[in-house]
């Protein structure tokens, strides 16, 4: 995507994101309904208590939101 642009992605479907340059990229995310907003509530606890999730950490996060590593 270039500055301005959108994405929809419709909810169920396998999606990821990257930033395949060398400077820095932000970008603005929506959630409709806000269930999937918890999920990433949920795992930045665990980041924000120091440490990198375990393989088993994500898949039972995950799990909360029916949500797979495609």
Do not use: C, Q, W
């Not at 395949?20 to 309904?33: G, N």
């Not at 999920?39 to 797979?68: N, Q, W």
């Amino acid at each position: 995507m270039k500055t301005g642009e959108n994405v929809v992605i419709p909810t169920g479907a396998a999606h990821t994101f990257s930033n395949p340059f060398d400077e820095p990229a932000a970008f603005v995310t929506t959630f409709t309904p806000a269930y999937y907003v918890n999920y990433f509530r949920e795992l930045g606890k665990v980041i924000s208590a120091g440490k990198e999730p375990s393989t088993d950490e994500m898949i039972t996060i995950r799990g909360h939101y029916a949500t797979e590593p495609a």
